[in-house]
């Protein structure tokens, strides 16, 4: 029998209180009755069943029913190990009126009641369009990115306190100045945004961060509240930006209101002594894996402070699928990306991201799926014909091999055999593997890897290079929040909390703002000027969307690859080396010999490639052409 090992008393932590009032003037007073109902509303017309947790003192010991307008009733109740919980099914049917409806309380001594609401479902969401291979993906992190209502900085309801000289402290950083530097990424060219976690983190330590969630239905106060959301994503629309969320089912954290009060001895795993996970992702795959080394790898904590959650438990998955669905549906998202996708238990995962498509077919879920190998990457994408017949239904993962190749290429001066930009050749020889080319995430840098900046050594061409490939690869581009500038960390001896840098301009008094046009100057000016032209124009490019690769090897730091359909193609080509290069076009006369006129892409002048063509030391050619 596993047990779990855990102090909360020691922690001191108070929860924030955003339970719905109730109006007592037409309702019966429900207040030390109810303390929870989760999902805190739903819909008319949804496909996802709806199973309401109910948390009060003693709750168990009540019937419930609901009363209101047609079409709406509860099927089952399920009771908890904890006499505090409840767990209601309630059906939603295809005639259903939309309007409050009550959750009608009785123990045969007294009853109340309390107000939920069913609306109308926003026209056109369930055919929502989620992110492609026509959109650039901007990568912030909320409390990093702009401060835009200091009054928020540190809350009575919030344990950790704001102190923006912390490197792993809450910096201020919210909503509001997310809002206000909407107009700075649409000008970059990006088309989507993924903020990292917005949900409460109450942690007394590094809860900026907001991976260790507190209350998976609340924006952290620290950020704004779930209106600012909603307006959040609103504001993002109107400038045709996209918004991922970034979720995390996976774990949540010590200061979650429910770990003082489990609903099921088994809602989390629990062992006799705090134990983490083995970080061993092949036990999902290796047929040779013992089920001993596939349970630590899946039930093991992730750390100390974030308890590992049991999606083998039904109630816990049911909960997963509903949350999931009502923040698309509420704050009208377009995407998710899930945080540590290999370490939940992968069939019921793998449910859950049936569950989210089957409701919303063209919508896209990313997954973190943090490995090296390619095989295995390939492994977590829908669809794959994986030996063992197993399917994630997760549409896209993100590339971490091919950040890692560009990572290593970039920063090689003087490559050995295979190494330099050979490396990025022989990634890119391995899509063979993958399932689905289109829906691989690309990136050089994230939020929780040393930034790009760092890793050219501050070379501002090199960081020119990245953001070409980026711009013209296969799949969906992303960059980290200041990579487009080359911003690097403030201390690389601070890890994580070195490289999360404010962005210079998001406070008020901050000496640089370069979310300004005019604060942007010299090589600042340049490096955006450069990144945005190329990610505006990648918007409309269709062969760079869908288009086929074509590369050539080379090893001398330099890399050819064509990207082309039918009407179109793009020549790139990056001199990584220290020297000029000529380019060797007579190589590559099998797709160029029919492209004449070509036109350069960053500076849009007319250009015809030849071998007499030569291109600088550590910098990259985009050409495009009319086939």
Excluded at 227 to 252: G, Q
Excluded at 345 to 372: D, L
Excluded at 487 to 495: T, V
Aim: net charge negative; aromatic share 12%.
């Amino acid at each position: 029998m596993k047990r779990i090992f855990i102090v909360l008393a020691t922690l001191g932590i108070v929860a924030c209180s955003q339970t719905p009032k109730v109006d007592v003037n037409t309702i019966a007073d429900a207040s030390g009755q109810i303390t929870r109902v989760e999902p805190l509303s739903w819909w008319t017309d949804m496909k996802t069943p709806l199973q309401l947790l109910i948390g009060g003192e003693n709750i168990s010991q009540y019937n419930v029913a609901l009363e209101g307008g047609d079409g709406v009733e509860i099927t089952a109740i399920h009771k908890a190990d904890s006499p505090n919980y409840l767990f209601a099914d309630v059906k939603v049917a295809s005639n259903a009126q939309a309007g409050t409806y009550y959750l009608v309380f009785t123990n045969g001594k007294e009853s109340f009641k309390y107000p939920y609401t069913i609306s109308s479902r926003r026209e056109g969401s369930a055919a929502r369009q989620g992110f492609t291979t026509a959109d650039a993906i901007y990568l912030l992190m909320p409390d990093r990115f702009g401060n835009g209502n200091p009054e928020n900085d540190s809350t009575p309801c919030t344990s950790e306190k704001a102190d923006r000289e912390e490197f792993f402290g809450r910096h201020g950083g919210d909503l509001q100045g997310m809002i206000n530097g909407l107009d700075y990424i649409a000008s970059l060219g990006a088309t989507t945004i993924w903020p990292t976690p917005l949900l409460l983190d109450n942690e007394p330590r590094e809860s900026y961060h907001g991976y260790a969630c507190g209350d998976y239905y609340h924006i952290d106060p620290r950020f704004g509240d779930n209106e600012l959301y909603k307006t959040f994503v609103e504001e993002a629309h109107k400038r045709n930006l996209k918004v991922i969320m970034d979720v995390v089912t996976n774990h949540c954290g010590v200061a979650h209101w429910w770990m003082n009060d489990l609903p099921f001895k088994d809602w989390v795993h629990v062992f006799p002594e705090y134990t983490g996970t083995n970080v061993c992702f092949s036990t999902n795959m290796d047929p040779n894996a013992s089920q001993y080394d596939l349970n630590l790898q899946e039930s093991g904590w992730f750390v100390p402070s974030m308890p590992d959650m049991n999606l083998n438990n039904e109630y816990v998955l049911n909960y997963f699928k509903q949350w999931a669905v009502w923040w698309i549906e509420y704050a009208n998202l377009d995407g998710f990306r899930v945080d540590t996708y290999p370490y939940n238990e992968k069939e019921p995962m793998s449910e859950w991201s049936k569950s989210v498509m089957a409701e919303y077919p063209n919508i896209n879920i990313v997954g973190e799926c943090w490995t090296s190998s390619i095989p295995q990457l390939a492994y977590w994408q829908g669809g794959n014909a994986n030996k063992d017949g197993f399917d994630s239904n997760l549409r896209s993962v993100m590339d971490f091999p091919l950040q890692e190749a560009i990572g290593h290429a970039l920063s090689c001066d003087t490559p050995g055999w295979g190494q330099g930009m050979t490396r990025v050749y022989d990634c890119l020889s391995h899509d063979f593997v993958y399932h689905d080319l289109s829906n691989m995430m690309i990136f050089a840098g994230n939020h929780d890897m040393t930034r790009i900046g760092d890793v050219i050594r501050k070379n501002p061409n090199r960081a020119k290079i990245a953001m070409a490939m980026l711009a013209t690869m296969r799949g969906i581009p992303q960059i980290f929040y200041g990579d487009e500038m080359m911003l690097c960390s403030a201390d690389l001896s601070q890890g994580h909390g070195g490289l999360r840098i404010d962005f210079p301009g998001g406070w008020a008094g901050d000496k640089t703002n370069l979310l300004t046009e005019s604060g942007r100057k010299g090589l600042h000016k340049e490096l955006f000027d450069y990144s945005s032209r190329l990610l505006n124009w990648r918007k409309t490019k269709e062969v760079i969307h869908n288009g086929q690769t074509m590369h050539f090897m080379t090893r001398d730091n330099t890399y050819a690859y064509f990207r082309y359909n039918d009407t179109d193609a793009v020549f790139v080509y990056i001199n990584n080396s220290g020297e000029t290069k000529s380019i060797p076009w007579s190589n590559y006369s099998e797709i160029a010999s029919t492209l004449k006129d070509g036109q350069c892409v960053i500076s849009g002048k007319k250009v015809v490639v030849d071998n007499n063509t030569t291109v600088p030391a550590h910098s990259a050619l985009i050409v495009e052409y009319k086939r």
